[in-house]
């Protein structure tokens, strides 16, 4: 009988984390389990999460699944703020003084959580692991996991969610240690996966990088739709959920667009955004700017299921990569979790970013919905009424995104890279 090939497998951000990256995460080991491998998750117990994800119990969803979990403790916690909780001895101003400390020094906000599931793995033995995995953000798992995988002698796989040193939100952090511990890290690794064609664009040429790299956008999962009733709203709802990140995603263009579709056109019934999320002061903020409060309805966080029933029973599903007139090759390369979430629910996506982007490539060759650049408001709000004048329907063919596909894909690439190095290993 064929042994099941060991992967551990590094995911700060894992269920029950309200982390966007942890439904990547949850999603590479559930289906990589599924597909004959026997995965080890290497992430922060769940018991030290300040505000995790309700109702999710997480053992039992890895029992069920056949995913182990080796949990970690933070060292430094307060480095994370409200994110993991803190030991009661602990001072709150104190501790906020030290993390601007920290934060002015260059000090990686993470490093606590590396150094815990370094501690965490020092019991394993080289013949208990094939091959190690690790996502990012943050990167401190990339150099864990470096870490490890040498000290074990086993091939790294790195997987990126987002750019690290070349990633467009977060320029003013970027330094030449950064490049260079990156470039490093690359030089170990035997193979790495990203989320677009970009992306995978950009680390060729800014890394000089020849080993393999295999695309590996994000996903929905059908199954985490099944037991979901769609919300039902009182009128034409444009659901956003998540974050922004001024100035180049900003709620400006959407809530002018949904304004204009009010003001401006028919619609059979109000046209109104609906924002699930923690940034609502500055959808409100636009809102009071543009004069458009009644057609803004800010819901907080929430639950990721009752997002999903929003998008379930959505008019539209918006998102946003960049507003700007133009954009670097990183941001062209962005593919946001939340434009898959929408295929799932199986909604029109209203996408705003620029024609020559990833996402909009997607969004068009796939029927999807439509994709606008941040000036078009006037064309979003007609494109609004057409659809709430419209019957509802089903758009786009976006099966290939879903995550048993795109797991099919991961799994064939580390398999590809586990007998190279076997053969390597072997000459």
Not at 7 to 12: D, I, N, P, V
Not at 60 to 67: L, V
Request: hydrophobic letters at 45%; charged letters at 20%.
């Amino acid at each position: 009988m064929k042994k099941s090939p060991r992967l551990l497998f590094f995911s700060r951000a894992f269920p029950p984390s309200r982390a966007i990256g942890a439904v990547r995460g949850w999603n590479i080991a559930k289906h990589l389990a599924r597909l004959g491998w026997d995965v080890e998750v290497v992430t922060l117990d769940p018991g030290i999460l300040q505000d995790p994800q309700p109702g999710v119990d997480v053992l039992a969803d890895c029992a069920r699944e056949k995913i182990k979990l080796r949990p970690t403790g933070c060292d430094w916690r307060f480095l994370a703020g409200d994110y993991l909780k803190q030991p009661p001895w602990q001072i709150r101003p104190l501790t906020r003084i030290a993390r601007r400390i920290a934060n002015a020094i260059g000090m990686d906000p993470t490093i606590g959580w590396a150094n815990a599931a370094y501690r965490a793995c020092k019991s394993l033995q080289p013949d208990e692991v094939d091959m190690v995995l690790a996502t990012a953000p943050p990167y401190a798992g990339f150099n864990v996991g470096a870490t490890v995988a040498h000290r074990l002698g086993v091939p790294l796989v790195l997987d990126y969610r987002d750019l690290w040193s070349l990633n467009p939100h977060y320029k003013r952090y970027a330094t030449n240690k950064m490049r260079d511990m990156e470039a490093n890290l690359l030089g170990i690794a035997q193979g790495v996966t990203v989320v677009s064609p970009s992306m995978a664009a950009l680390v060729r040429s800014e890394f000089h990088f020849n080993k393999p790299i295999e695309v590996v956008t994000n996903g929905f999962d059908n199954e985490e739709f099944d037991d979901i009733k769609p919300e039902k709203f009182d009128d034409f709802a444009v659901v956003y959920a998540g974050r922004f990140y001024p100035p180049g995603r900003t709620a400006k263009p959407l809530v002018t667009a949904v304004a204009q579709a009010n003001v401006g056109g028919k619609p059979k019934h109000p046209v109104r955004l609906h924002y699930f999320g923690s940034d609502g002061v500055h959808v409100e903020g636009a809102a009071a700017e543009l004069g458009a409060g009644p057609w803004v309805v800010n819901h907080g966080n929430v639950p990721r299921k009752k997002v999903l029933a929003a998008l379930m029973g959505a008019g539209a599903a918006a998102v946003i990569t960049t507003v700007e007139a133009t954009a670097t090759k990183a941001e062209l390369g962005i593919l946001t979790g939340k434009l898959f979430e929408a295929m799932g629910a199986r909604v029109p996506i209203l996408l705003i970013s620029p024609p020559t982007s990833d996402a909009s490539r997607v969004v068009r060759e796939n029927n999807l919905g439509r994709a606008f650049a941040g000036s078009e408001a006037m064309a979003m709000a007609s494109w609004l009424v057409q659809l709430c004048n419209a019957k509802p329907h089903v758009s786009g063919h976006a099966e290939k995104f879903s995550w048993p596909q795109i797991s099919a894909k991961l799994d064939a690439f580390l398999r590809d890279i586990l007998a190279q190095t076997q053969v390597n290993v072997g000459k």
